[in-house]
């Protein structure tokens, strides 16, 4: 996009962002309000905004100058930045606003029982990187795009099984095998355009904020939607993403018992 022109986004490849691998220092942080991350969710209105903080989020991106801390393509490194820079590729390739876009081609297809919303406390701008607001079961008619069942939800395919298969089969080991990445957990093989996750048995798993989680698996042909929250001031999640993943591993053990 010629908006990025001159920032430390110039030049990163639309790949590298969706698998938050772009090597820029913009980190999510939630507590230091000097930092890169809190202050870009200051300016989208996700964090604590003074008269310092920028007023718009478009134009903090656009100039964004802090550096690297490795070359893009490298290492995972969640931002929401990232995030906030695909919603508006979305934008410009459209020409809608990003909730209007994703309302157009998705959610009016997948027969919703009602609307989603997202937060935008400022200038009405979307929190794209977790403000989203939708009943689980509407979550999951999403979810079910990805799977074999699509047509339970939708007249036509929406995602296409080449981009299934580019999920399963296309992402980069190497990105999540580094010090600080999640390369401990059993089976996990790849994350991958804004998923999480992708295990070895197909599961491809989101997950969201305080413990909020939608796995999808179009070779098993199911759809998992959980909710969560924070307990405490210290936001202390209730972890129940663990107690998921241990059951629909025992359900699919042996699936010759099922």
Not at 122 to 135: N, W
Not at 145 to 169: G, H, Q
Not at 173 to 197: A, R
Not at 228 to 238: I, L, R, W
Request: aromatic share 14%.
């Amino acid at each position: 996009m010629p908006e990025l022109k001159g920032s430390d986004f110039e030049g990163i490849l639309v790949q590298n962002i969706l698998d938050m691998a772009t090597g820029i220092k913009c980190s999510e942080e939630y507590e230091d309000k000097q930092a890169c991350y809190y202050v870009y969710s200051s300016a989208i209105g996700d964090g604590f905004w003074t008269a310092e903080s920028p007023d718009n989020p478009y134009e903090f991106v656009a100039k964004l100058k802090v550096g690297k801390f490795a070359e893009q393509g490298q290492q995972y490194d969640y931002s929401g930045v990232n995030t906030f820079i695909l919603g508006w590729l979305v934008e410009k390739t459209t020409g809608l606003q990003f909730q209007d876009a994703l309302s157009e081609m998705i959610w009016t297809k997948i027969g919703a029982e009602a609307d989603a919303a997202f937060f935008a406390p400022r200038f009405g701008v979307p929190i794209t990187h977790g403000g989203f607001l939708a009943r689980p079961k509407d979550v999951a008619r999403f979810g079910l795009l990805f799977t074999p069942s699509f047509n339970k939800v939708s007249d036509k395919r929406l995602i296409s099984e080449k981009y299934i298969n580019k999920l399963l089969y296309s992402g980069r080991p190497s990105l999540i095998t580094k010090p600080g990445t999640p390369s401990f957990i059993p089976g996990l093989k790849h994350n991958i355009d804004q998923w999480d996750m992708v295990f070895e048995n197909g599961n491809v798993f989101k997950g969201g904020w305080a413990g909020q989680g939608l796995i999808v698996n179009p070779t098993e042909d199911y759809v998992v939607v959980w909710n969560s929250y924070f307990k405490d001031k210290q936001m202390s999640e209730t972890k129940l993403t663990p107690v998921v993943f241990g059951l629909m591993s025992t359900l699919y053990k042996n699936k010759s018992e099922l």
